[in-house]
């Protein structure tokens, strides 16, 4: 069985992780998502609120493909215990850790990077904005990665761009249903608060 691990500390998830994700079901047997806490960064609501706004992501996929699974047991400060628990989970499986292009500089500084690099195949998604160079690329290679580009570019959406900018075309209808009943965010509505402050 192929599996694709794909963690992400997105806040909140977006558009652009709707789209690999769709794409992730259709290249392999199961594609296994997790809210991760990224110690590189402060997150803007709770880890809780994430999870929900990822299932209500995967649920938004078109024609529901049925290989995609929120697996929050799996989520982890540490990757390699992430995948440490996946191993248990499904035995004899290969797998494949999920990361977008603007994680590649990032990586060297992950925990044991190289054990987990050992046991896993590495597919990088191109995004927008971070070019996947032969730098970036020779240095996870040098920590024994086996690495494959996926032929798809994620949209050029960021989290980021809406918590700043109240870019609500970052994010997926139901997902910003979710923001304003929760109240999250200093953007949480558009169209009332962040435009009219500008």
């Avoid at 953007?187 to 402050?197: G, I, R, S």
């Amino acid at each position: 069985m192929q599996i694709a691990l794909f963690g992400t500390s997105a806040d909140p998830p977006t558009a652009g992780h709707q789209k690999v994700l769709k794409w992730l079901s259709q290249c392999f047997d199961l594609v296994a998502v997790w809210a991760a806490e990224n110690p590189f960064k402060l997150h803007k609501v709770s880890l809780e609120h994430r999870v929900k706004m990822l299932q209500i992501l995967i649920d938004g996929i078109d024609s529901h493909p049925d290989n995609i699974y929120l697996q929050q047991d799996l989520s982890s400060l540490r990757t390699l215990e992430t995948l440490d628990k996946a191993l248990q989970k499904w035995q004899g499986a290969e797998y494949t850790l999920v990361v977008g292009s603007d994680l590649l500089t990032q990586l060297p500084r992950w925990y044991r990077i190289e054990d987990l690099l050992q046991q896993v195949q590495l597919l990088v998604v191109p995004r927008p904005g971070y070019a996947i160079n032969e730098t970036s690329m020779l240095g996870v290679k040098q920590l024994g990665a086996s690495v494959k580009i996926a032929p798809i570019t994620g949209l050029d959406v960021s989290s980021t761009s809406y918590r700043e900018n109240g870019n609500s075309d970052a994010l997926t209808p139901s997902v910003i249903e979710y923001i304003n009943q929760q109240h999250l965010y200093k953007c949480q509505d558009v169209t009332q608060n962040c435009l009219k402050a500008r």
